[in-house]
Structure formats: C-alpha cells, structure tokens
C-alpha cells in the first residue's frame, strides 16, 4: 500500500532542501549554465545537508535514508538547477551506489565512506563513443596483468569526470563472454594512466560536468576489481535500476521549475487588458501540466516505495524514467509557449528548462530504451 503524502521528516527535508536551493543555487542559475561552472565550493554544504550519501548507511558516511527522501532531494534540487541535481544523482545513484551494491567491505570502506561523506565527487564510466545503449559492443578492455588488470580504451559523456575522486568504470575483461564479460573497476584520481580528457560543450545541464576518460595500460589492482570478473554488467543493471528513480525525480523537478515558472509568468504578462492565466488556451496548457507531473511525481513514488521494500523495480523505474523525462519535456515547451517571445531569451528561466529537459530522455537510457526493458518484463508475466 503507498501513502500518498511525505511524512513530517520527508517534509522537512523537503523544507531543508528547498530553502537551500532558492538561497544558495538560485542566484547564480544563469552565471554557472553560461560560464559551465560545477559549483564545487559547495561541495561541503553538500556535505553538510548529508546529500552526498542520502541512501547509504550510517556505517558507511551515510544519511541512512530511503528512495522517498533520495527522490524529494533531487526533485527539490532539480526544481532550481536540474545541472545540479544531475551531477548529485550520478554521484549518488551510480559511482558510489556501485560499491554499494556490488563492492567488498574493504571497498566500502576505503572508498563509500569517502563518496558518502561528500570529501569528493564520483564517476561513473559505461558510455563509449561506440557503445551506449548497446554495452555488449564496449571497446574499453581489461587485460589480466600479476596482481591486477591493466586497462586501456575510452569513456566519454561521463557526469563529473573533471572532479571526481572516484571513478568506476567498466571494461571487457573476457571478449567471447558478452555482457557476461564486463567488469566494474574502482580508479582512484591520479592514477597512472588514467587521465580526463574532451569536456563537452553541450545544448543543455551545462553547470554539470560531462568529459570523456582516457586509459593508456591503466594498471588497476585486483583489489579494485568490484565483485568478481565478469559481474560488471549483472551489477550495472541493479544500479541503473536505482537510478533511473534518480533520474525521473530530476525530471519531475524540472517539470515542476518550468510549471512554476509558467504560472508566474501568465499571472504577470497582460494581454488585452487582463493577465493571461484568464485565457482559456492558458488554463488548459497550466492544466495538462499540473496533471502530468502528479502523475509523473506518483509514477516515481511508486517505483521508490518498491526498491525501499527490496522489491524488483525494473518495470516501475523505467516506467518512471520514461513518463517523467516525456513529461519535462513537455512542460518546459509549453512553459516557453506560455512565455512567448520572452521563453526564448535567457531573462527568463523558460529556455534553460527547456535545454535541460532534454537530456532526460536521453541518460541513464534513451525513452526508447525503457520502452525495450519495459516490454520485455510485462511480456515475462
């Protein structure tokens, strides 16, 4: 049974949050989309807030907390720079949600309790130039070398690959075996061979840093292989499960900054001589998008109270992932519609919506994608 309501601590943190966001992110929107500037300094009040590790135990550096609470923080986050809810999703949900789920208690502790206390940012390397959707065709090797792997090939459109402390990072350990032949390695910053290359220049999330990795016979011990060889791809699906919830609340996020935005703006634009949220073509455009995101906002608490009970949530993250990131996108055109020829000038904060929304369709799994995984398990029950 789901309860449709956040309980009093949800609410505060949802409070927390969200006053941090509009007094400490807010302000400087703009500046850091145009300049591309990862607001690092704010990395200890990260920290701080316990946003660098909300789903990790205590033990471990962690707040301890659930998907309903992990969710609220990247919505709230999300409402106000969705860059910055992006970068703290990849580190969350993927660099360290990977040694969490798949790392030793040596891994853990040496490197979650790190990532969870927010010291540093993490990474996380599956795409490739040639393989994104398709991992089975990663090109990144790992070749087995005394005591360990050495690695060579590329990752590119990897979510704070010029900060992190911390990368996993995928490669073919074993070329006839598939996707049954990939696996995860921690890399640690400064590691021989392992260096950061191209920083994209993108349409959109341009406060979040995206680069590419380098590895040039990249030595990795075999203390940093996560698991055993060949679990790489088995453990990036469990995590991409989670963070395709992550994933979704940015996109409910950034529906509800564009929605908000929209309604502002039609109460305050006047046209033949009353605001034009009295006109009809408004309402309706400001209806349909209240109505999306609650669906889209109850899709994601759907598919967060399943993985809080341990429950496979495949089909409802996807589902999720897919009807939200659709949804922002939506939104955010209809709110630079709503704001006419003002949505399309950076005065206003129609089109950054817009630009960031379109990269929720696209990471962590393109729509199409979800609608792959999603068939396939309603054609298994």
Same mark, same amino acid.
């Given at each position: 049974m789901?309860d449709?309501?956040?309980?009093e601590?949800?609410?505060?943190?949802?409070r927390?949050?969200?006053e941090?966001a509009?007094?400490?992110?807010?302000?400087h929107v703009?500046?850091w989309?145009?300049s591309?500037?990862?607001?690092?300094?704010l990395l200890?009040?990260?920290a701080?807030?316990?946003?660098?590790?909300?789903?990790?135990p205590e033990q471990y550096?962690?707040?301890?907390?659930?998907y309903?609470e992990?969710?609220t923080i990247?919505?709230?986050?999300?409402?106000?720079d969705?860059?910055v809810?992006?970068?703290?999703?990849?580190h969350?949900?993927l660099c360290a949600?990977?040694?969490f789920?798949?790392g030793?208690e040596?891994q853990?502790?040496k490197?979650?309790?790190?990532?969870? =206390? !927010?010291?540093?940012?993490?990474?996380w390397?599956l795409? $490739?130039p040639?393989? +994104?959707s398709? %991992? *089975?065709s990663?090109?990144t090797?790992g070749?087995r070398?005394d005591?360990g792997?050495v690695?060579?090939?590329?990752?590119?459109?990897?979510?704070n690959?010029?900060?992190?402390g911390?990368?996993?990072?995928?490669?073919i350990t074993?070329r006839?075996?598939?996707?049954?032949?990939?696996?995860?390695?921690?890399?640690? =910053? !400064?590691?021989?061979?392992?260096s950061?290359s191209k920083k $994209?220049?993108?349409? +959109?999330m341009r %406060? *979040?840093d995206?680069a590419s990795?380098?590895?040039?016979?990249c030595f990795i011990?075999d203390a940093?292989?996560i698991?055993?060889?060949?679990?790489g791809?088995?453990?990036?699906?469990?995590?991409?499960?989670?963070?395709?919830?992550s994933?979704a609340?940015?996109?409910?996020?950034?529906a509800q900054?564009a929605?908000e935005?929209?309604i502002k703006?039609?109460?305050e634009?006047?046209?033949?001589?009353?605001?034009i949220a009295?006109?009809q073509?408004?309402q309706?455009?400001?209806?349909d998008?209240?109505?999306?995101?609650?669906?889209?906002?109850?899709?994601t608490?759907r598919?967060?109270t399943?993985?809080?009970?341990?429950?496979n949530t495949?089909?409802e993250s996807?589902?999720a992932?897919l009807?939200a990131?659709?949804v922002a996108?939506?939104a955010a055109?209809?709110?630079?519609?709503?704001h006419?020829?003002y949505g399309y000038?950076k005065?206003y904060?129609?089109e950054?919506?817009w630009?960031?929304?379109?990269?929720?369709?696209?990471?962590?799994g393109?729509s199409?994608?979800?609608r792959?995984v999603i068939?396939r398990?309603?054609?298994?029950?």
């Amino acid at each position: 049974m789901m309860d449709f309501e956040l309980n009093e601590d949800q609410q505060q943190i949802k409070r927390t949050i969200r006053e941090f966001a509009e007094a400490e992110i807010k302000p400087h929107v703009t500046e850091w989309d145009e300049s591309q500037h990862f607001p690092i300094e704010l990395l200890p009040q990260f920290a701080e807030l316990g946003i660098m590790g909300v789903l990790f135990p205590e033990q471990y550096g962690g707040a301890g907390l659930g998907y309903i609470e992990y969710s609220t923080i990247i919505e709230e986050l999300a409402r106000v720079d969705p860059s910055v809810a992006l970068s703290i999703a990849a580190h969350n949900s993927l660099c360290a949600g990977h040694i969490f789920v798949g790392g030793s208690e040596e891994q853990k502790q040496k490197y979650l309790v790190p990532l969870a =206390r !927010g010291e540093h940012l993490g990474a996380w390397g599956l795409t $490739e130039p040639s393989s +994104g959707s398709d %991992a *089975s065709s990663m090109r990144t090797t790992g070749a087995r070398s005394d005591g360990g792997w050495v690695i060579n090939g590329s990752k590119n459109f990897i979510t704070n690959a010029s900060f992190a402390g911390t990368t996993v990072s995928l490669a073919i350990t074993d070329r006839t075996a598939g996707t049954h032949g990939i696996s995860a390695f921690i890399i640690e =910053r !400064g590691t021989k061979g392992f260096s950061i290359s191209k920083k $994209e220049n993108k349409l +959109g999330m341009r %406060a *979040s840093d995206t680069a590419s990795l380098s590895f040039d016979d990249c030595f990795i011990s075999d203390a940093n292989l996560i698991g055993e060889a060949g679990q790489g791809f088995i453990q990036a699906m469990k995590v991409l499960d989670g963070g395709r919830i992550s994933i979704a609340a940015l996109a409910v996020g950034t529906a509800q900054g564009a929605y908000e935005a929209a309604i502002k703006y039609a109460k305050e634009r006047h046209q033949f001589g009353r605001p034009i949220a009295e006109f009809q073509a408004i309402q309706f455009k400001l209806a349909d998008m209240a109505t999306q995101i609650d669906a889209a906002r109850l899709l994601t608490l759907r598919a967060a109270t399943l993985k809080n009970q341990g429950k496979n949530t495949t089909r409802e993250s996807s589902m999720a992932k897919l009807y939200a990131s659709e949804v922002a996108v939506r939104a955010a055109e209809e709110c630079v519609q709503i704001h006419g020829g003002y949505g399309y000038i950076k005065d206003y904060p129609a089109e950054k919506f817009w630009r960031d929304s379109k990269l929720c369709t696209i990471g962590e799994g393109t729509s199409e994608v979800q609608r792959v995984v999603i068939a396939r398990q309603i054609l298994r029950s």
